[in-house]
C-alpha cells in the first residue's frame, strides 16, 4: 500500500465528519502495535495493490468542468445541476454546513454558487539558530473535502499550491514525506508523520511550526535531510543517501539534545540472518536514550524498518536547530558511508555497538568498523553544520579528540594539507577500510605528502588504541 504513492490513504473513514481533530485515529479494534484500518476512494476500474480490502460503499462522484455550455431548462448549467445534487445530499444527511440558496427554491440558481479557488500557502518553522521562521522544504500537503482529494509538495520557500479546487472550505494536512525519502514518528507504522491542519479557507492556508508544536522537531529533521541531499552533497561531491530512507524521529524526555543512530534496517534487517531484536533494543537505547522493549523492536522492523532514527528533547527549552541539523546530518553522513560499504560492513559496524553498549574502547571485535565510521560521520556531520551555521564553533562544538577514534584527524588532515579534500576522505571508506590504519593508509594514497598525515595523526592522540 505505501508503495503505491497515487493513493490517498486515511486511517479514519471518510464518510465520518470529525468533531474533535487528532493526528491519527487507531481502531479501537486493533492493537496499538499493530497497523490500523486505512481508509481511501479510488476510481471504479483502478488497480489495487495486492492486499485485502473492503468495498464500503459506491459513489457518484461527477467531474467537474469549469464551463459547461450545456444548459438545463430553469437550472442553469449542468454544473450547477450536480452542484444542487451534491447540496441536497448534504442537506438530507445533515451535513450541510451554510445555505447555498435563498428564498424561493424554484428559482433558478444559476450563478448562486460560490466559484471554486485552488489553495496555496507556505509552511514554516522556528530556527533557534537565527530567531525566526524559515520555510519548511519540500513536504506534501494534502487537503480533502469529503472524497475529493488534493496535493502538492512545498518548494524551497515553502510555498504549496494544490492541484484541486473547492467550492467549499477544506481539511488541510502536512504529510512530511518528501520524493526521496519519509520522516516517521513514534509509532505510526501506516505511514509517514502527519499533522493535520484542521478545516481553513478554500483559498489556502499558512502554518507556522513553533517550538511548542511536536511537528517541530519532524519539521527541523526534514530541513536538515533536504539541505544534506542537495546542498552539502553537491558541494562535497559525497554519494547520496539511498533513495526513500526512512527517518524515524521521537520527541522525548529521555534526552537533553538531539541524538541518533544509523542501522540502515531497512537494507540490512535479515541480511545473511541479521536479527537482533534485543541487541536493536540494547543499540536505541545507548545511541538515542530509547527503551522501547522487545515486542516494539519486533513491530519496528516488521512495519517500519527505520534507516536513521532521531531522538530530540520533548521540553521546549531543550529544543535547539543547531543541535538537531548537526544530528541529522551527522547520520545521513553514515547513510552516505553505507552507500559504499554495503551491508556486510554495516552488520559487523552494528553488532560492535550491541555488543559493546556504545563504541568500545577501541580494542573489541569489529572495532576498526566502528571507529572509521564515527571518525567519518562526526566530521562530516560538523562540515555540514559549519557550513549552514556561522554560530558553528569548530573549536568548541565540533569534539576533535571524540571517544578513541578522533574525528579531529580528519579535519586536521583536510585543513593542513592543500591537495587533500573532503571528497577524497570520503574516497576513502571503501567496503575494506575496516580499521584506522587501513583508513589512515587510504589517505596517504590521496596526497604526496605522507608525512603530514602522519603529523596529524600523532599530534590529534599520541594514544590510539
Not at 465520518?16 to 485515529?25: F, N, R
Not at 440558481?109 to 514554516?124: A, D, H, Q
Amino acid at each position: 500500500m505505501k508503495a503505491d504513492t497515487s493513493l490517498f490513504l486515511f486511517d479514519h473513514p471518510l464518510d465520518y465528519e470529525i468533531e474533535e481533530e487528532g493526528h491519527y485515529y487507531h481502531d479501537p479494534a486493533i492493537p496499538e502495535d499493530e497497523p490500523t484500518y486505512m481508509y481511501t476512494a479510488v476510481e471504479v476500474d483502478y488497480n489495487l495493490p495486492p492486499v485485502a480490502y473492503e468495498i464500503l460503499a459506491e459513489l457518484f462522484l461527477p467531474e467537474e468542468t469549469e464551463q459547461d455550455t450545456m444548459q438545463i431548462k430553469s437550472t442553469g448549467s449542468v454544473q450547477d445541476y450536480f452542484f444542487q445534487l451534491e447540496d441536497e445530499a448534504l442537506r438530507i444527511t445533515d451535513n450541510l454546513e451554510e445555505k447555498t440558496t435563498t428564498g424561493n427554491q424554484s428559482k433558478s440558481t444559476k450563478g448562486l454558487f460560490k466559484k471554486k479557488k485552488r489553495p496555496k500557502g507556505t509552511i514554516e518553522v522556528w530556527n533557534t539558530e537565527i530567531n525566526r521562521y524559515e520555510p519548511v522544504k519540500q513536504v506534501f500537503v494534502r487537503t480533502r473535502r469529503w472524497f475529493k482529494f488534493g496535493k502538492d509538495y512545498t518548494n524551497a520557500k515553502g510555498y504549496y499550491r494544490i492541484n484541486q479546487k473547492y467550492r467549499r472550505n477544506p481539511k488541510y494536512k502536512v504529510v512530511f514525506k518528501a520524493k526521496k525519502w519519509k520522516i516517521w514518528k513514534n509509532r505510526l507504522w501506516w505511514g509517514a508523520a502527519r499533522y493535520n491542519m484542521g478545516r481553513h479557507s478554500k483559498k489556502g492556508y499558512d502554518k507556522r511550526f513553533a517550538r511548542n508544536s511536536w511537528a517541530w522537531s519532524l519539521a527541523t529533521v526534514n530541513n536538515a535531510v533536504y539541505d544534506y541531499r542537495y546542498t552539502h552533497c553537491n558541494t562535497y561531491d559525497i554519494n547520496k543517501p539511498p533513495r526513500n530512507i526512512r527517518v524515524w524521529v521521537f520527541n522525548t524526555n529521555n534526552v537533553n539534545t538531539a541524538k541518533g543512530s544509523a542501522a540502515m534496517l531497512k537494507r540490512t534487517w535479515g541480511f545473511y540472518g541479521w536479527h537482533p531484536k534485543k541487541g536493536l533494543n540494547t543499540l536505541l537505547n545507548y545511541m538515542c536514550g530509547l527503551n522501547l522493549g522487545t515486542t516494539l523492536v519486533g513491530n519496528l522492523v516488521k512495519f517500519v524498518s527505520p534507516d536513521i532514527t532521531i531522538s530530540t528533547p520533548k521540553r521546549k527549552s531543550n529544543k535547539n536547530t543547531l543541535a538537531i541539523y548537526e544530528t541529522t546530518c551527522h547520520e545521513l553522513s553514515h547513510a552516505s558511508h553505507w552507500t559504499k560499504a554495503g551491508n556486510r560492513y554495516w552488520v559487523k559496524y552494528i553488532n560492535h555497538i550491541i555488543t559493546y553498549k556504545g563504541y568500545g574502547s577501541g580494542s573489541g571485535n569489529n572495532a576498526g568498523y566502528c571507529g572509521v565510521g564515527e571518525m567519518w560521520g562526526n566530521y562530516f556531520g560538523a562540515v555540514c553544520a559549519n557550513d549552514k551555521y556561522s554560530s558553528y564553533s569548530w573549536w568548541s562544538d565540533f569534539h576533535a579528540k571524540e571517544d578513541w577514534y578522533n574525528p579531529g584527524f580528519l579535519r586536521n588532515c583536510v585543513k593542513n594539507i592543500n591537495d587533500l579534500s573532503t571528497n577524497e576522505v570520503f574516497d576513502c571508506l571503501t567496503k575494506n577500510t575496516n580499521t584506522i590504519d587501513k583508513m589512515v593508509n587510504q589517505i596517504k594514497r590521496r596526497t604526496k605528502h605522507d608525512k603530514k598525515v602522519d603529523n596529524q595523526y600523532n599530534s590529534i592522540d599520541t594514544d590510539w588504541p
